[in-house]
């Protein structure tokens, strides 16, 4: 008779997985309107239920929230040139030490953050089909030679290769270095 069927194993038996999407198909107002939404829980559940001036300063778990809920403004607006600098100026911490705290926890400091973030939004544009130069015009760029750089400093790929594996992927591509088939995805 054979074994019972497992989950997954449709995946096995050759049932096509749709290919009309990405694999993430979140959309870019989804991710803005998710983004909104998590600011305002994160005051709301966190911030103003107390003023800030009540917040323990030393305390580790208060700069940590601190971190985070400045994270998520950048992300949230990284277009603004002035959302680093108000969001700076909104912290109850000493700006260098929040900066070098910020770097440790993130990765980053706010700025490169923030420049990071635009450049996500950036991919996104140059997913839907815009040209390098409206993607660069559209995230603050007016030389879009020099967004070029950044874009592959910050991703790793130029904007053009970007577009391109992005193209091969929704095209059902295999990934680079994969075309002959031997490679096993998992289901």
């Not at 950048?74 to 959302?83: C, F, G, S, V």
């Not at 420049?115 to 996500?120: N, Y």
């Not at 990934?175 to 289901?187: W, Y």
């Amino acid at each position: 008779m054979g074994r019972p069927a497992a989950l997954g194993d449709d995946c096995a038996a050759g049932s096509p997985l749709p290919r009309d999407r990405p694999l993430s198909s979140t959309t870019f107002t989804q991710h803005h309107i998710f983004m909104v939404l998590l600011i305002e829980f994160i005051e709301a559940a966190f911030i103003r239920w107390r003023p800030q001036q009540d917040v323990a300063v030393n305390n580790p778990d208060s700069l940590s929230l601190s971190v985070m809920v400045a994270a998520s403004q950048i992300a949230a607006d990284p277009l603004n040139p002035e959302t680093v600098e108000r969001v700076l100026k909104a912290i109850p911490y000493n700006q260098d030490y929040f900066r070098r705290e910020f770097k440790k926890q993130v990765g980053l400091t706010p700025p490169k953050y923030q420049e990071f973030k635009r450049m996500e939004r950036a991919m996104a544009l140059l997913a839907s089909g815009q040209t390098v130069k409206q993607a660069a015009a559209f995230v603050g760029y007016d030389d879009s030679y020099y967004f070029s750089r950044m874009f592959k400093r910050y991703i790793g790929v130029s904007p053009a290769g970007y577009k391109m594996l992005n193209k091969r992927h929704q095209e059902g591509a295999f990934p680079r270095g994969e075309e002959d088939g031997m490679a096993v995805f998992p289901c």
